[in-house]
């Protein structure tokens, strides 16, 4: 737990959020500002600075986070979706804590 991280609060249920699923290990919930009609966040509970700052033992992990992705999707109505971890600032990260966008809805999602 980060004191000042976002996502921690949120994790500990001190900032409200739209979860839309949990388990001991992850939890996802709806972006506060959605880019498409379906706009979710899948997040480690556990305070991961960013994708630079994983290694092997964090396989498992990445592996469950990306396997939810298009479970979640299909569930959400969505026939396909689109990805995205933003990786420092320079790379458009802006919360600090490690994150996988899922987004996609309405209409086919441009190439870039
Ligand atoms: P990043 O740019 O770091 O990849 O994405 C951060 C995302 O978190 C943004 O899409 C932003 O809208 C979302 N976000 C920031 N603060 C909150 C919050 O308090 N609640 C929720 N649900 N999403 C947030
Ligand atoms: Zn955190």
Redesign the pocket.
Known sequence: MNGDC?FCK?VNGD?P??KIYEDDEVIV?????PIAPVHF?IVPKQHIESLASCDYSHEELLGKMLVLAPNLAMKHGLKGFRT?I?TGSEG????FHL?V?VFGGGTVLPKT
């Open positions: 976002i949120i900032i959020s739209k919930f709806n972006d506060i500002h966040l995205m933003n458009g990260q802006e919360v994150h966008h």
